[in-house]
């Protein structure tokens, strides 16, 4: 028996029975509006159910026009579509699992200009202003629920997940902040849940009772105005009586000001709502957000704080997790860390959605080799993320791969990445690849730096060139001076840092390089401190203010620090989409100084001499930190393919070092395996 036993109890509905108690929670994707879309989604979901997933739920499907995300996105309304969605659930089906539509109306949320909500109030976070839909355009939208169901029903699929949360239509109805309605579905309580009430009903009498009903309820809502926890169990009551199979817990709405989901979160952080929600149903309940790995999901139900566990991005990260826990190999899992930048960044610039760690997912039909034509000799001259996910994926087609490393340890821009507080999970990324390496027989030389001539003595076919970067030094007057550091001398030599700094680059490893020294190094917070994050995101877990939002208790930085950029545009604009907001609020929450349109004048004993504005003005820190980012190091590379004739490939930041990317690193030596 896997040591992960609780997760694989089967768990017995009315009507069926799912094979283990993990859900794979829905995520749009992109494929869904993609050409091709659904043989690809068919192959993303199938990859999925093949290795363990025991419920499916699909990225959300609009019931009607004016619920779609955008113009194009899908919706399920017409016999017509549902053969396409066949091409999935037939895929799905072939592996024992079982799969459910989500029917995702986005209210005021949606990207077009025929938005509609419960009332005429524009979303912080869309261009459109929404109409108030009428009471005759209410009683077509739970028609419009109900015909969708029944129609994905029709597709084969075993169930419907009603998305109550996020802040989407029905959630709009349900708080305050968005409801200001005089008629019977807006003021009290019962009447702003109405909606929610008869789309339920409405769905139930059209599929019938062997149909799963999964309710998508915002627990915690996470905004002013939000629902209060007496309001969250009424009306989890209403829809058990109404018929609802299992309910979902939904954590914050999309214009929510706090993480949910985002790398710095801690494992597990919401599940304590689910906890405090389950006694008050007799029907299974899901808890989710930022549980990634199978320990924790079996923690959680066998602590009885849950039924089933949601996890959505780790099944992005490996379609195998599943199986590899059921066979207690989960030092083989390649673990979610919770980025952000390929899956939901790429989703919300209308990408295709894909995943750092994994970039084969949801492009599955790009890679399905398995073997390479021509076994090769291949060395990967250096071991960051480009060259590690190509020695990787070459050893797994078949070639003969050996890693020379000149450092005593792999991962390149990772061991920076690691030390930042709040981004503890790139150590997971590097335990993987250390577990790879040895699985497929990676011949790997660490403390071994190479020559051309050592290399122009061996007999591989192919060189593969992840030589990495290094920190760009500015031409600023006194940048020599011993007052000066990379962030290379302070992330990983832990070089002395004074306490007051002055970081010249206003990019990703700036803010990184901000958040690691505004900590005190005595006390530095971890992932796991669950109650810090809550006092300084404002997370009441009591539940006894609307919305569970309090006021945050944000500890100062420990050093007084600026941050500088030359650039007049606001710092961190280049962070990713969906987490960079989040990398700002810490920073000025702690009190970082932040100045954009620095000109860097010179640097001396007394600090940093800058103009701002034509002002000039001298910034009195003991130190001075660069991350104004960095260049390529490939001279190796360039030197030995004018002496050598063999394959040469130059990927990761030793080809292009606009920005230390490790989404484009792996992705580019994935890709380059599968070309070789």
């Given at each position: 028996?896997?040591?992960?036993?609780?997760?694989?109890?089967?768990?017995?509905?009315k009507h069926t029975t799912l094979k283990n108690r993990v859900l794979m929670g829905s995520m749009h994707t992109g494929l869904e509006e993609a050409k091709n879309g659904y043989k690809k989604m068919a192959k993303f979901y199938g990859e999925r159910a093949k290795g363990g997933v025991g419920l499916i739920v699909t990225g959300g499907i609009a019931p009607n026009f004016q619920g779609r995300v955008h113009p194009?996105?899908?919706?399920?309304?017409?016999?017509?579509?549902?053969?396409?969605?066949?091409?999935?659930?037939?895929?799905?089906?072939?592996?024992?699992?079982?799969?459910?539509?989500?029917?995702?109306?986005?209210?005021?949320?949606?990207?077009?200009?025929?938005?509609?909500?419960?009332?005429?109030?524009?979303?912080?976070?869309?261009?459109?202003?929404?109409?108030?839909?009428?009471?005759?355009?209410?009683?077509?939208?739970?028609?419009?629920?109900?015909?969708?169901?029944?129609?994905?029903?029709?597709?084969?699929?075993?169930?419907?997940?009603?998305?109550?949360?996020?802040?989407?239509?029905?959630?709009?109805?349900?708080?305050?902040?968005?409801?200001?309605?005089?008629?019977?579905?807006?003021?009290?309580?019962?009447?702003?849940?109405?909606?929610?009430?008869?789309?339920?009903?409405?769905?139930?009498?059209?599929?019938?009772?062997?149909?799963?009903?999964?309710?998508?309820?915002?627990?915690?809502?996470?905004?002013?105005?939000?629902?209060?926890?007496?309001?969250?169990?009424?009306?989890?009551?209403?829809?058990?009586?109404?018929?609802?199979?299992?309910?979902?817990?939904?954590?914050?709405?999309?214009?929510?000001?706090?993480?949910?989901?985002?790398?710095?979160?801690?494992?597990?952080?919401?599940?304590?709502?689910?906890?405090?929600?389950?006694?008050?149903?007799?029907?299974?309940?899901?808890?989710?957000?930022?549980?990634?790995?199978?320990?924790?999901?079996?923690?959680?139900?066998?602590?009885?704080?849950?039924?089933?566990?949601?996890?959505?991005?780790?099944?992005?990260?490996?379609?195998?997790?599943?199986?590899?826990?059921?066979?207690?190999?989960?030092?083989?899992?390649?673990?979610?860390?919770?980025?952000?930048?390929?899956?939901?960044?790429?989703?919300?610039?209308?990408?295709?959605?894909?995943?750092?760690?994994?970039?084969?997912?949801?492009?599955?039909?790009?890679?399905?080799?398995?073997?390479?034509?021509?076994?090769?000799?291949?060395?990967?001259?250096?071991?960051?993320?480009?060259?590690?996910?190509?020695?990787?994926?070459?050893?797994?087609?078949?070639?003969?791969?050996?890693?020379?490393?000149?450092?005593?340890?792999?991962?390149?821009?990772?061991?920076?990445?690691?030390?930042?507080?709040?981004?503890?999970?790139?150590?997971?990324?590097?335990?993987?690849?250390?577990?790879q390496i040895e699985l497929n027989n990676i011949n790997l030389k660490l403390n071994t730096k190479v020559t051309i001539e050592s290399l122009k003595d061996t007999d591989f076919d192919d060189f593969v060139f992840s030589t990495g970067i290094e920190p760009r030094i500015p031409k600023i007057v006194g940048v020599e001076s011993d007052n000066v550091l990379t962030y290379s001398d302070v992330l990983l030599d832990?070089?002395?840092?004074?306490?007051?700094?002055?970081?010249?680059?206003?990019?990703?490893?700036?803010?990184?390089?901000?958040?690691?020294?505004?900590?005190?190094?005595?006390?530095?917070?971890?992932?796991?401190?669950?109650?810090?994050?809550?006092?300084?995101?404002?997370?009441?877990?009591?539940h006894n203010t609307p919305g569970a939002i309090i006021d945050k208790e944000s500890e100062k930085s420990f050093r007084e620090i600026y941050l500088l950029q030359r650039k007049e545009t606001k710092l961190g604009k280049s962070l990713g989409k969906t987490t960079g907001w989040i990398h700002r609020q810490s920073l000025v929450d702690k009190g970082i100084n932040m100045i954009k349109g620095a000109q860097y004048?010179?640097?001396?004993?007394?600090?940093?001499?800058?103009?701002?504005?034509?002002?000039?003005?001298?910034?009195?820190?003991?130190?001075?930190?660069?991350?104004?980012?960095?260049?390529?190091?490939?001279?190796?590379?360039?030197?030995?393919?004018?002496?050598?004739?063999?394959?040469?490939?130059?990927?990761?930041?030793?080809?292009?070092?606009?920005?230390?990317?490790?989404?484009?690193?792996?992705?580019?030596?994935?890709?380059?395996?599968?070309?070789?």
């Amino acid at each position: 028996m896997t040591k992960y036993n609780h997760l694989f109890e089967p768990l017995k509905l009315k009507h069926t029975t799912l094979k283990n108690r993990v859900l794979m929670g829905s995520m749009h994707t992109g494929l869904e509006e993609a050409k091709n879309g659904y043989k690809k989604m068919a192959k993303f979901y199938g990859e999925r159910a093949k290795g363990g997933v025991g419920l499916i739920v699909t990225g959300g499907i609009a019931p009607n026009f004016q619920g779609r995300v955008h113009p194009f996105a899908s919706q399920l309304s017409f016999p017509w579509q549902v053969k396409h969605h066949k091409v999935v659930t037939e895929e799905v089906h072939k592996y024992d699992s079982k799969i459910c539509l989500q029917i995702l109306h986005t209210g005021r949320y949606a990207y077009h200009p025929f938005a509609i909500s419960a009332s005429k109030i524009k979303s912080p976070i869309s261009p459109f202003k929404p109409r108030a839909i009428s009471k005759i355009e209410i009683k077509k939208t739970i028609w419009d629920f109900a015909n969708c169901a029944k129609l994905a029903k029709k597709a084969g699929y075993d169930g419907v997940e009603i998305m109550g949360s996020e802040g989407y239509l029905i959630n709009q109805f349900i708080c305050k902040a968005t409801n200001i309605r005089t008629d019977e579905y807006g003021g009290e309580y019962k009447n702003r849940i109405r909606l929610a009430c008869e789309i339920v009903k409405a769905v139930r009498e059209k599929v019938g009772d062997d149909f799963i009903i999964i309710y998508r309820l915002s627990m915690l809502d996470l905004v002013k105005n939000g629902s209060t926890w007496d309001e969250v169990v009424y009306l989890g009551k209403e829809l058990e009586s109404l018929g609802v199979d299992i309910i979902n817990t939904g954590i914050g709405w999309h214009e929510t000001r706090l993480p949910t989901i985002a790398t710095m979160v801690p494992r597990a952080a919401f599940a304590w709502v689910t906890e405090k929600f389950k006694p008050h149903v007799s029907i299974p309940v899901i808890t989710t957000n930022r549980i990634n790995d199978p320990q924790t999901a079996n923690d959680l139900i066998k602590d009885g704080s849950c039924d089933m566990v949601s996890m959505a991005r780790p099944f992005l990260a490996d379609p195998d997790l599943m199986n590899k826990a059921l066979a207690d190999k989960a030092d083989e899992i390649n673990t979610c860390i919770g980025c952000n930048q390929a899956c939901l960044d790429h989703v919300f610039k209308n990408q295709i959605c894909s995943c750092l760690v994994n970039p084969k997912a949801c492009h599955e039909t790009e890679f399905e080799k398995t073997k390479a034509d021509k076994k090769k000799r291949i060395a990967v001259i250096g071991s960051g993320p480009a060259g590690l996910s190509f020695a990787v994926e070459a050893a797994k087609l078949g070639h003969e791969v050996t890693i020379f490393e000149a450092k005593s340890q792999i991962g390149g821009q990772f061991n920076i990445a690691k030390e930042i507080p709040g981004k503890e999970e790139f150590h997971e990324t590097i335990r993987y690849f250390k577990k790879q390496i040895e699985l497929n027989n990676i011949n790997l030389k660490l403390n071994t730096k190479v020559t051309i001539e050592s290399l122009k003595d061996t007999d591989f076919d192919d060189f593969v060139f992840s030589t990495g970067i290094e920190p760009r030094i500015p031409k600023i007057v006194g940048v020599e001076s011993d007052n000066v550091l990379t962030y290379s001398d302070v992330l990983l030599d832990k070089k002395a840092v004074g306490k007051k700094v002055a970081i010249i680059g206003a990019g990703g490893i700036g803010f990184d390089a901000a958040e690691f020294l505004a900590h005190n190094p005595a006390h530095k917070p971890t992932s796991l401190d669950k109650e810090a994050f809550y006092k300084e995101w404002g997370i009441n877990v009591e539940h006894n203010t609307p919305g569970a939002i309090i006021d945050k208790e944000s500890e100062k930085s420990f050093r007084e620090i600026y941050l500088l950029q030359r650039k007049e545009t606001k710092l961190g604009k280049s962070l990713g989409k969906t987490t960079g907001w989040i990398h700002r609020q810490s920073l000025v929450d702690k009190g970082i100084n932040m100045i954009k349109g620095a000109q860097y004048d010179k640097i001396d004993s007394e600090g940093l001499h800058i103009t701002v504005d034509g002002k000039k003005e001298i910034l009195k820190v003991d130190t001075i930190v660069l991350c104004a980012g960095q260049v390529s190091v490939n001279k190796l590379y360039e030197s030995f393919k004018e002496v050598d004739k063999r394959n040469c490939h130059l990927i990761g930041g030793a080809e292009k070092a606009f920005e230390i990317d490790a989404k484009r690193a792996i992705d580019q030596g994935v890709r380059l395996a599968y070309s070789i």
